[in-house]
């Protein structure tokens, strides 16, 4: 019902843009985010955005570097990530909840359904 896409390998300095495809249930999701976990690390949020598209959070690393977007009509969630680093390769999820939290949650419990994973290497 998620379709995480989008991720590859690129140099350091380089761009990507990750795509997360919602269907059946998730296509009314209050809140999609995306999550990343890098090997021996904990998963760790990285962006968030309301269904309206006007709310957005970032991550405190990824901040002036990563913008994420919606479009409602395509179901789609986009993460657009410029400047890319090799602390930023990781596999990374798309997630969603139907709670309308006032905020946007950065812990991955508040999120009820998850894609698959796409994984992004940087390479110095």
């Known amino acids: 019902q998620l379709q995480a896409s989008g991720g590859g390998l690129v140099q350091a300095g380089g761009s990507l843009k990750l795509s997360c495809a919602a269907s059946?249930?998730?296509?009314?999701?209050?809140?999609t985010a995306w999550f990343r976990q890098a090997p021996g690390k904990e998963r760790e949020f990285v962006a968030g955005?309301?269904?309206?598209?006007?709310?957005?959070y970032y991550a405190d690393f990824v901040k002036g570097r990563f913008t994420i977007s919606r479009v409602n009509a395509e179901s789609t969630t986009y993460l657009q990530m410029n400047e890319l680093r090799p602390e930023d390769t990781a596999v990374y999820f798309c997630?969603?909840?139907?709670?309308?939290?006032?905020?946007?949650?950065?812990?991955?419990?508040?999120?009820?359904?998850w894609g698959q994973g796409t994984q992004v290497t940087v390479s110095s």
């Open positions: 059946g249930r998730t296509v009314n999701s209050y809140i």
């Open positions: 997630a969603t909840t139907t709670r309308p939290y006032g905020q946007i949650p950065t812990t991955s419990s508040n999120y009820y359904h």
């Open positions: 955005i309301m269904r309206t598209g006007v709310r957005k």
